[in-house]
């Protein structure tokens, strides 16, 4: 009964090594247990105590999902749960597959499966990062952010520092359950060297700071878009940036809920306004074709800036209906504000506000270091614009931010992340936070931004470098196959 209960006991505490609870230094305790549930030579239910970690870990972590879908996109709260249920049993398949093809290619208490879980375990979660347009949340190498692992991340991203802490975990687990000494000191040999690519600066400052203003209006997500509060909202959001003093003025996701087109005279305003007093003004707003019905999810820049940016990375189900045939029946019951939004290009030109250039992403696209990356080596800095009202006061915005946080360490760029009603920070280039303002107040985080320069590896090459690394680890497993068994 003790051994079936560590698996879900496992899953939770896996959770809690992720954001908010800062318990990421002991994120390799909950994989340990499970690698070792899977590595014991007599007790081998890994199939039972994998399904039971993921649906313990993911339901945990991923409980939040129902919340927009039944309190502002008007589902049934038995659908908006379902809906929630359904995607804690398909992101828990990829664990649940990874133990089978563990339990199909070795033995149990063998080199060979020690040395293949982390090879599985990564695998899968890059094709949920692929799979569907991918859905990479909670990927192991996330709780280890601000650890000594993290380092790994410049150099192959967050699926690197997943490979090295899986790894190490595997082999711990494999001391503690054989009692050997060789794998724990392996473990130690590889912690030591992962830990050490820390000291590697990647990019470099590069010029002046200079001043920015994030503007976090807190506006209600129910009334967001009630077209009798719309033109208040706008006026609102005006006249914060209009008080603002600061080069760089931010608002976040459709802060303007106007489509583009449909504010051409205010915009226009605004334009000369910033562009007389050298500003820079930075917004979320749909742009696109009303008598077309083409939308797009966009910022825009008015004042001393020029440039636009078409987010290009759609959220499933918020902001499109992926296989729309087959799956009428969720705008049946769901009615969410623009979600039949067009994607834009995968590498557009980053934004110029003033002298300096920002990579731009808008909300989901956080979790995609793959996207973000394109804006680089050109981009000085990176721009981030969210809306997280959508979830409440859950975990969400936490695990969203350090998602944020992640691709700041990937990239080597200092971020500004403005959002409705938080979590609004300034990250420095390791994705630490410099400043940030409390969640679901109105209010103006103001501060400096070091503009960088330089590529890191993962800014090169992106996800091609764990691609190779995974190819030439599987090789080398199947090369010593004998001497693994």
């Known amino acids: 009964m003790l051994y079936a209960l560590l698996a879900p006991l496992a899953g939770v505490f896996f959770t809690f090594c992720f954001a908010p609870w800062p318990l990421g230094a002991l994120t390799v305790v909950p994989l340990t247990v499970l690698f070792a549930l899977w590595q014991h030579p007599t007790r081998q239910h890994p199939l039972r105590d994998a399904w039971l970690f993921a649906l313990a870990h993911l339901g945990s972590g991923l409980y939040w999902v129902y919340i927009s879908l039944y309190h502002f996109g008007g589902a049934p709260l038995p659908f908006a749960i379902l809906a929630n249920v359904l995607l804690v049993l398909y992101l828990a398949l990829y664990p649940l597959l990874a133990a089978w093809l563990m339990r199909r290619l070795s033995a149990p208490g063998s080199w060979r499966r020690s040395l293949l879980i982390p090879l599985l375990w990564t695998g899968g ?15 192991a190498g996330y709780s280890a952010l601000h650890t000594p692992l993290d380092g790994l991340a410049p150099i192959g991203g967050v699926f690197l520092v997943s490979f090295a802490l899986t790894l190490v975990a595997s082999l711990l687990a494999r001391a503690v359950v054989l009692r050997q000494g060789k794998p724990l000191a392996i473990a130690v040999a590889l912690y030591a060297a992962a830990s050490a690519t820390s000291l590697i600066a990647h990019t470099t400052p590069s010029g002046a700071p200079f001043s920015v203003a994030l503007i976090q209006g807190n506006i209600e997500q129910s009334t967001k878009f009630d077209p009798a509060l719309m033109e208040r909202h706008l006026q609102d959001y005006i006249a914060l940036a209009l008080a603002r003093e600061e080069a760089v003025i931010i608002l976040p996701e459709t802060a303007f809920t106007f489509m583009e087109e449909q504010m051409t005279r205010d915009l226009a305003q605004l334009d000369a306004y910033f562009k007389e007093r050298g500003q ?8 696109g074709d009303l008598k077309k019905q083409l939308f797009y999810n966009a910022i825009i820049t008015l004042g001393d800036g020029s ?3 078409y987010k290009h990375h759609l959220l499933p189900f918020g902001e499109y209906v992926p296989l729309r045939s087959w799956l009428s029946i969720f705008e049946k019951y769901v009615e969410i504000p623009y979600s039949n939004f067009e994607r834009g290009e995968a590498k557009q030109p980053p934004l110029m506000t003033g002298k300096y250039r920002a990579g731009a992403s808008i909300c989901y696209e956080a979790a995609f270091g793959r996207d973000m990356r394109q804006a680089l080596p050109e981009a000085d800095y990176l721009i981030n614009i969210s809306n997280d009202a959508w979830f409440k006061d859950s975990i969400a915005a936490d695990q969203h931010l350090q998602m944020n946080q992640m691709r700041s360490r ?16 300034l990250l420095d280039a390791r994705g630490r936070i410099k400043a940030r303002i409390p969640r679901f107040v109105r209010e103006v985080l103001v501060g400096e931004i070091q503009p960088y320069q330089g590529i890191t590896p993962y800014a090169r090459l992106g ?20 001497r693994l068994a």
Do not use: C, K, Q
């Not at 979660?125 to 990927?139: C, D, H, K, Q, S």
């Not at 820079?280 to 742009?287: D, M, N």
């Not at 990937?410 to 920070?425: Q, S, Y």
């Open 410 to 425: 990937e990239l080597g760029r200092e971020m500004a992340r403005a959002t409705n009603d938080g979590i609004t920070v």
């Open 125 to 139: 979660e890059l094709v949920r990062a692929y799979l569907f347009t991918g859905f990479p949340w909670l990927a």
């Open 463 to 482: 996800n091609a470098l764990i691609f190779a690394l995974l190819a030439l680890y599987a090789a080398a497993l199947v090369a010593m196959r004998r």
């Open 280 to 287: 820079t003004l930075v917004s979320g707003i749909p742009a």
């Open 307 to 309: 440039g636009r940016y």
